[in-house]
T-cell receptor, first 119, second 115 residues
Framework: AQKVTQAQTEISVVEKEDVTLDCVYE???????LFWYKQPPSGELVFLIR??????QNEISGRYSWNFQKSTSSFNFTITASQVVDSAVYFC????????????????FGTGTQLKVEL | EAGVAQSPRYKIIEKRQSVAFWCNPI?????LYWYQQILGQGPKLLIQ????????DSQLPKDRFSAERLKGVDSTLKIQPAKLEDSAVYLC?????????????FGQGTRLTVV
C-alpha cells in the first residue's frame, strides 16, 4: 500500500521569505511517480510537478524547486521569495506504474500543507 | 483547451436524501476519476473509469454510492441515501490514459453539505 505524509499542517511566512514544504512517502513498488499539486481557495487542484522514481535530479522552475531523495523517501518543495499569491494548500501525491493493483495511475495524497504568505 | 467541468458547485441536502454530481472531462481523455476530499484531508479516490468501464471502485461505498460513465465521456456520481459523513468536496479528474505518472487534470469540485 502507498502512503504519503505531510507533517506540516500549516505554515505562515512573511512575503519574500523562502519556505520548504516537506513530503515523505512509502511504497514497495520500485517504479512510482511523485507529484505536487496546489489547491487555491477556488478549489481545483493545479498540477505543479511530476518526478519518476528513476530520476533523482533536483528541478527548478522559476521560484519553485524540488528536492527528491530516495534514500530518505522524501520529495520536498521549496518556494523562494514567497509571494501572497502562493497562499494555498499544497498536496504531495504518489502513484505507481502497475495497472495490476487497481486501475493504475491512482493518486495517493498526503493531508496537505496550508501555506499562508502575509505582507 | 477547456478544463474538467463539474456541476453543481455547491449542494446542500438533508440526510437520507439523494444527490447527483455531473462531470465532463477534457476532450479525448480516456480515464476519469472521482475523488472525495473531506475537510482537512487529501483527496481519496472513489472510482476510476477507463472509457466506459470501471477499473477501480475498491474504495467506493457501494451500498450508497454509484457512478456511471455512459458513452465513455460524461460521468455522474450519485449518493442515495446521503449521510452526514458524506459532507465533502467531490472532485472529478481526467487523464489521457491510466499509465502510471500520467498527469491528471482536476475540476473545481462540488462542495456537498449534508445537514
Amino acid at each position: 500500500a502507498q502512503k504519503v505524509t505531510q507533517a506540516q499542517t500549516e505554515i505562515s511566512v512573511v512575503e519574500k521569505e523562502d519556505v520548504t514544504l516537506d513530503c515523505v512517502y512509502e511504497t514497495r513498488d520500485t517504479t512510482y511517480y511523485l507529484f505536487w499539486y496546489k489547491q487555491p481557495p477556488s478549489g481545483e487542484l493545479v498540477f505543479l510537478i511530476r518526478r519518476n522514481s528513476f530520476d533523482e535530479q533536483n528541478e527548478i522552475s522559476g521560484r519553485y524547486s524540488w528536492n527528491f531523495q530516495k534514500s530518505t523517501s522524501s520529495f520536498n518543495f521549496t518556494i523562494t521569495a514567497s509571494q501572497v499569491v502562493d497562499s494555498a494548500v499544497y498536496f504531495c501525491a504518489l502513484s505507481v506504474s502497475t495497472i495490476l493493483t487497481g486501475g493504475g495511475n491512482k493518486l495517493t495524497f498526503g493531508t496537505g500543507t496550508q501555506l499562508k504568505v502575509e505582507l | 483547451e477547456a478544463g474538467v467541468a463539474q456541476s453543481p458547485r455547491y449542494k446542500i441536502i438533508e440526510k437520507r436524501q439523494s444527490v447527483a454530481f455531473w462531470c465532463n472531462p477534457i476532450s479525448g481523455h480516456a480515464t476519469l476519476y472521482w475523488y472525495q476530499q473531506i475537510l482537512g484531508q487529501g483527496p481519496k479516490l472513489l472510482i476510476q473509469f477507463q472509457n466506459n468501464g470501471v477499473v477501480d471502485d475498491s474504495q467506493l461505498p457501494k451500498d450508497r454510492f454509484s457512478a456511471e460513465r455512459l458513452k465513455g465521456v460524461d460521468s455522474t456520481l450519485k449518493i442515495q441515501p446521503a449521510k452526514l459523513e458524506d459532507s465533502a468536496v467531490y472532485l472529478c479528474a481526467s487523464s489521457l490514459d491510466r499509465v502510471g505518472g500520467t498527469e491528471a487534470f482536476f475540476g473545481q469540485g462540488t462542495r456537498l453539505t449534508v445537514v
